[in-house]
């Protein structure tokens, strides 16, 4: 084993929490953050494969200039029930609520969460939302995009506009009670020593994207509600023949939208810091900068919302404004790809199945983040502006991001979930694949946007066929590498090697208890006497000091 | 499908190869920083991979001041991005003020235009090569997009609002027109092209097909809306007059001044009590649901016709010689709907760069 100085001697026990109580009941009334983790795992890997299956069949229609496959009312209900599914079902809970939930308690060395039943009523809230996303699936489905945008979606599409809003609107306050949540538990529960200079960048990161939570989706729940009650009441809010204006709506939805994406990449930021510095043995370099740059994050994120609308009719000098900030919120970015980089520098770096999945999240985010320099760029923008190229970019941040990240985290902790060890080959295959798949479906999209395919078409002109034909190849490959891992991790529940409490040699709280831990966590509250990340050669760990 | 397999799209504007060339400069510059990301990664994941599996490694780091050197760097470049876009932006944004002045009417699934010399087109736009053009743009429904790949240009089409796009095209030929802000089911249907021709060809083809300018049609109309009984030539009647008023700075009561643009009109017409000159009563009636963003159009022309001290040149009819026949506008329908053989099917459009059939064919949808 390894000879970190984070490597304490757990105390043995056969009681964890899986096996602490049994039955359905003991799981739907628990109060355990690491049984919620759980249960938001479930959820939203239903909704995950839902929201794929969505894109599966638009890659299949795009193989066509014709729209031959299905309507174009189809096809524009698949794109919208995609995007709806995995931002707001998928998306914005995955890390936070299933790898939060689940280590970042952990992590700091509490028992749990601030607020146990606050927690569980997160995941009664976000399943309340998901029943009714999936109603609107069932009951017929929505048109409007996932972005709602009036006059469409206030006076024009006949579909399930207000049950979509409304699942929208209450999954929302999953959200806010997780971020809260959160906020408090990182004040207040700290263990005794874990000074915020000794936390992990994830609890850095969770925090960033708690205020945000907490402070952007209330603004999400007033517009939709706006949008519920023009739509059902005729009262003139965004629709200018009722008086309103559809700018006001782009204004309100965006002011959300936007930081919504930092909701969904912050986290992923923060696990990302975790694996390259579990996996390199190394404290991440310049971890003060890792952790600001996570704030500034939050904090540049609310002000760039306009960058959305830069060809919808804003004032010159307004568009130069949000301009110049969306460029500045680049820098923070920036800052934690090179430091990550460097953290390799003189590192022990392993090829472990999180690790590669980390790596190619630092590709792929990079890629994602430069791209996104084309579109803060006024002049470029008037040009890709809702083509494939911006469909390319925020594919890029998301999937080859956040999903990235949530892959690469679940592979992490799985030992610490469920006890035992995915095998190894088949992880590395499952990161290949979705790596080469990943590019192959998005890259060509960069190319076709700047050749001017716009987005969300059904049916698009023949010179662009080749280019749609690689991406759709892309995604089955793609697919392929999603479906795998759903595999082996089930099987790995029964047929893995038992993992050990640190099979990863990784520093940091989790690593300490044991493999599940027990329902409390620590069976003795740990007190911190160490930074985070503090891989030393034995000869210096005695030097480690007590403060 | 191989046959015909581009990379890069046509650059047929004036503006297009300026933005072409921020283009290459920003795939380069990002390029660039990809690939020292990359390779760096590649290179210190083989050098510094892990020998056995205990090895702690000694913990040695690079030194502070590269922090300092990666917000710094990355600053300036992000800042001469950011100046050269915008500069763009303002070129994109500032028709010249002899443009060409064409009138967009956008609605679920379609595009029409309405020329000043009285000739309207559905899916089709014909417009002289080398001349400055500026659409005035309104959408009769949802917000749509005026999305022209070959020229680089791209403006939202909003309801109840006027907004303005140009450019000057420099390659005859024809272009992809699309509408590219999500729009409803037929969306990705909402599409045509643009010809542009020779100013001779243009000439020829503008005199065919032609009904009524806008500003006579919306003289018509001024007269049977009665709107001539308040505002009449001279000034004094119970409205102000508006002649010579187009591209003013007009006092408003409140104190304050409103240029008189097309969105002014607009708003003038549909909620005449949101701004009020100086001088007058606010007596005057809403026409809003009286008149639709055609007529407003014409309404609209007409005004600007009564003498404009801004748009020299672009506002003034160009002289109609075809017949004038009432009733319903005449309309050359341009390629129609169905994907994706609307390229070869555009049997009523004369080629943009043929002078043996220039003559629009007249038929009414």
């Known amino acids: ?547 | 499908m191989f046959n015909d397999f581009p990379l890069f799209p046509d650059a047929a504007s004036s503006i297009a190869n300026d933005i072409d060339a921020f283009y290459f400069f920003m795939v380069g510059v990002c390029g660039l920083l990809a690939l020292v990301v990359v390779c760096l990664i590649f290179f210190f994941a083989l050098k510094y991979r892990r020998r056995h599996p205990d090895e702690i490694p000694s913990g040695e780091e690079p030194p502070q001041w590269v922090e300092v050197v990666w917000i710094v760097v990355p600053f300036f470049i992000l800042m001469g991005m950011f100046f050269w876009g915008a500069w763009l932006y303002f070129q994109v944004s500032r028709p010249p003020d002899d443009a060409l002045d064409i009138y967009v009417t956008a609605k679920q699934w379609m595009w029409k235009f309405q020329h000043v010399g009285g000739q309207s087109e559905i899916n089709a736009l014909h417009v002289p090569v080398g001349r400055p053009v500026r659409l005035i743009m309104a959408s009769e429904d949802v917000i749509h997009s005026f999305f022209v790949p070959a020229f680089r240009v791209h403006t939202d089409v909003l309801p109840n609002r006027y907004s303005f796009n140009w450019f000057e095209a420099t390659k005859v030929g024809k272009h992809h027109l699309f509408c590219s802000e999500y729009c409803g089911t037929e969306h990705s249907g909402m599409i045509g092209s643009v010809f542009v021709m020779e100013p001779a060809d243009y000439e020829v083809w503008l005199s065919g097909g032609a009904q009524g300018s806008p500003a006579d049609e919306g003289k018509k109309l001024f007269e049977k809306l009665a709107c001539d009984s308040c505002h009449a030539t001279s000034s004094t009647g119970r409205g102000p007059s508006l002649v010579g008023l187009f591209g003013q700075i007009r006092p408003i009561q409140g104190g304050s001044a409103v240029k008189a643009d097309e969105n002014y009109l607009r708003e003038s017409i549909l909620n005449p009590q949101a701004k009020i000159a100086d001088g007058y009563q606010p007596i005057m009636p809403t026409f809003r649901g009286q008149v639709n963003e055609e007529q407003l159009m014409r309404l609209i022309a007409y005004i600007k016709s009564l003498g404009a001290r801004t748009q020299q040149g672009s506002t003034q009819p160009v002289s109609s010689g075809g017949n004038q026949i009432p009733g319903s506008p005449a309309t050359t329908t341009g390629n129609g709907r169905e994907l994706p053989t609307q390229s070869g099917s555009n049997v009523t459009q004369p080629s943009p760069t043929s002078t043996n059939s220039p003559i629009p064919a007249q038929d009414t949808p």
């Open chain 1, 1 to 547: 084993m390894t000879t970190a100085v984070i490597d304490r001697i757990p105390i043995e026990t056969e009681e964890n929490y899986l096996n602490a109580s049994y039955g359905v009941k003991s799981w739907l009334l628990t109060k355990d953050h690491k049984r919620i983790g759980i249960l938001y795992l479930l959820a939203i890997t239903v909704m995950f494969f839902v929201g794929g299956f969505f894109a599966t069949m638009m890659r299949l229609e795009l193989l066509t200039p014709q729209g031959d496959l299905m309507t174009s009312d189809t096809y524009n209900k698949f794109f919208t029930m995609h995007g709806i599914i995995m931002i707001f079902f998928f998306l914005i809970p995955s890390i936070p609520a299933v790898l939060g939930n689940f280590i970042l308690p952990i992590m700091i060395g509490a028992k749990d969460l601030a607020f146990p039943k606050l927690n569980l009523l997160s995941w009664y809230i976000y399943m309340i939302g998901a029943i009714g996303g999936t109603y609107v699936v069932i009951a017929g489905g929505v048109d409007t995009g996932w972005t709602f945008y009036t006059p469409f979606s206030t006076q024009y599409s006949n579909t399930h506009v207000i049950a979509t809003t409304l699942s929208a609107f209450i999954t929302g306050f999953s959200s806010i009670l997780t971020g809260l949540n959160f906020i408090v538990t990182i004040h207040r529960m700290r263990a005794p020593g874990l000074t915020w200079f000794r936390l992990p960048l994830f609890v850095w990161s969770m925090y960033a994207t708690s205020v945000i939570m907490i402070l952007a989706t209330p603004v999400l729940a007033i517009t939709l509600v706006l949008l519920i009650v023009e739509r059902a009441l005729r009262v003139g809010i965004f629709d200018p023949a009722l008086g309103g204006d559809p700018l006001l709506y782009q204004h309100l939805f965006w002011f959300y939208s936007h930081p919504a994406v930092y909701i969904m990449v912050l986290p992923a930021m923060g696990v990302v810091s975790e694996l390259v510095a579990a996996f390199s043995r190394k404290r991440i370099f310049g971890y003060k900068f890792v952790a600001f740059a996570s704030l500034a994050i939050a904090f540049l994120g609310f002000l760039v919302w306009g960058h959305h609308m830069l060809v919808a009719g804003i004032s010159v000098y307004s568009a130069m404004i949000f301009s110049i900030l969306s460029f500045l919120v680049a820098i923070p970015s920036a800052i934690k790809v090179f430091n990550w980089t460097a953290t390799l520098y003189k590192g022990s770096v392993s090829y472990d199945t999180p690790m590669l999945y980390a790596l190619g999240f630092i590709g792929l985010f990079t890629i994602g983040g430069l791209t996104g320099l084309f579109l803060a760029a006024l002049g470029l923008d008037v040009h890709v502006h809702d083509t494939y190229f911006i469909v390319a970019h925020f594919h890029y941040i998301m999937v080859g991001g956040a999903v990235m990240a949530y892959f690469g985290g679940i592979h992490y902790w799985w030992p610490k979930i469920s006890g035992r060890m995915y095998p190894e080959w088949w992880g590395r295959l499952s990161a290949l694949l979705v790596f080469v798949g990943f590019n192959l479906t998005f890259f060509p999209q960069f190319i076709l946007g700047y050749l001017g395919m716009p987005r969300r078409y059904h049916a698009y002109v023949p010179e662009f066929q080749v280019l749609n034909v690689m991406s759709t190849a892309g995604a089955s490959i793609l697919a392929i590498g999603y479906a795998v891992p759903a595999i082996y991790m089930i099987w790995s529940l029964k047929y893995g090697k038992i993992a050990g409490n640190n099979p990863w040699g990784a520093a940091g709280l989790e690593w300490t208890t044991t493999s599940p831990p027990p329902a409390h966590n620590f069976d003795e509250t740990p007190i911190v006497t160490w930074d985070a990340y503090e891989y030393r050669p034995p000869e210096e760990a005695a030097v480690v000091t007590v403060v």
